[in-house]
């Protein structure tokens, strides 16, 4: 008897094995032909799910681990991990820069589709490929502090892209991050329309600090990072991390591509 209510449970349980696999393969229909899968950077259509298409893959440059520690400019290997000519000369206020990327190709694609159409696919993709990378380079008690942008223009864009990459990177490295810390002061011009010179003047009195929110934290950050989407004459991470130097941290730089 017992023999028998065991074989007709077996095949029961066959039965609702081969009924989810059947709903489960027609979800999987219905989803490929409502949402096909497609690359997320250049949108061609893939055979089996979303991700990059080979000819995206190529154009995807990491940036070099061969570069200065304190500024992150690319070295020859004999001269890595510096101090670079440059950081002799006139040292940045910070000890340590990373990028995770180049700003070329589908990366700046990928930015550019984020930032002026509001789809972060690509990025999360890229942060995804990155993860080892990001979690060798933050510690678990380090904290990320997102590059502000203007308050008129953080209304009028209705973002704030740093930000989100902070909140985005914190979770990959397994760190905290905190948007109120270092503030902007004023409205100065986009970065973008300036030359050189004319960057560090825009920026003179552009980020201050806010002491309650440091106050506030339940603990002390063993490294502060700097955190922005795109790195160019890094300008900005300079006067931001003038600025930053006053919390009394160490303190680096993470941009996700640079220039
Ligand atoms: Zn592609
Ligand atoms: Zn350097």
């Not at 229909?29 to 089996?48: A, K, M």
Request: contains cysteine; proline residues 7%; glycine residues 8%.
């Amino acid at each position: 008897m017992n023999q028998l209510r065991l074989s007709s449970m077996c095949v029961m349980l066959m039965a609702m094995e081969s009924l989810s696999t059947f709903i489960g393969q027609a979800v999987y229909r219905v989803r490929h032909l409502l949402f096909p899968p497609r690359c997320v950077f250049c949108q061609i259509p893939l055979p089996e799910r979303d991700g990059c298409c080979a000819d995206c893959l190529m154009g995807i440059r990491i940036w070099p681990r061969s570069h200065c520690r304190r500024c992150g400019a690319v070295l020859s290997e004999a001269l890595a991990p510096g101090p670079c000519g440059n950081c002799l000369r006139r040292p940045p206020p910070f000890d340590r820069s990373e990028s995770l990327f180049c700003y070329e190709g589908p990366v700046r694609e990928a930015i550019l589709q984020w930032k002026l159409g509001g789809h972060p696919a690509a990025i999360h993709w890229l942060l995804d490929a990155a993860t080892a990378h990001i979690r060798d380079v933050l510690g678990p008690e380090d904290l990320l502090l997102p590059i502000p942008m203007p308050l008129a223009r953080m209304r009028r864009v209705g973002q704030h892209h740093a930000a989100d990459l902070a909140r985005w990177l914190a979770r990959r490295g397994g760190c905290g991050w905190n948007w109120r810390i270092l503030r902007r002061v004023g409205c100065q011009r986009r970065q973008s329309e300036l030359s050189g010179r004319e960057r560090q003047r825009n920026l003179r009195g552009a980020f201050a600090l806010d002491w309650q929110s440091w106050d506030a934290l339940h603990q002390r950050p063993a490294r502060i990072w700097l955190v922005d989407d795109i790195q160019t004459t890094g300008a900005t991470m300079r006067e931001a991390a003038r600025v930053a130097a006053r919390l009394g941290k160490p303190l680096g730089t993470l941009s996700l591509a640079r220039a």
